[in-house]
């Protein structure tokens, strides 16, 4: 089993900064992909940024230039670094890792609020 653990929501003003971390935890060899998916309120999940093990990344258009996603191989950590977050980027952030086909893990989810 895999254990994804995420820290580092909570509720922050439009304009300010969070970053998120996910760190796995169990029975794995390699972890390829890490990355992050975003769930507003009312809608479905969307990936927002991953990273592959080799340290290619993948980011939203609409969150590029504002958010940056990084990994630590040695800790199995992936992170996401938002800043100028908006109120839209309220929802529940969702960490993702997958060791290969049918091997996908998901983080039980962190919540992130934006709000004056």
């Known amino acids: 089993q895999v254990q994804l653990v995420e820290s580092g929501g909570g509720l922050v003003q439009p304009g300010g900064s969070l970053r998120l971390s996910c760190t796995a935890s169990?029975?794995?060899?390699?972890?390829?992909?890490m990355g992050w998916y975003h769930q507003a309120p009312g809608k479905e999940r969307e990936l927002v940024a991953r990273?592959?093990?080799?340290?290619?990344?993948y980011v939203k258009d609409s969150v590029k230039g504002r958010f940056t996603v990084s990994r630590d191989n040695t800790k199995n950590t992936v992170y996401l670094q938002m800043n100028s977050l908006k109120p839209e980027d309220t929802g529940v952030y969702l960490c993702?890792?997958?060791?290969?086909?049918?091997?996908?893990?998901w983080g039980k989810g962190i919540q992130v609020t934006v709000s004056s």
């Open positions: 993702e890792a997958d060791e290969g086909p049918g091997y996908q893990y």
């Open positions: 169990g029975s794995f060899q390699r972890l390829n992909v």
């Open positions: 990273t592959l093990r080799g340290g290619a990344a």
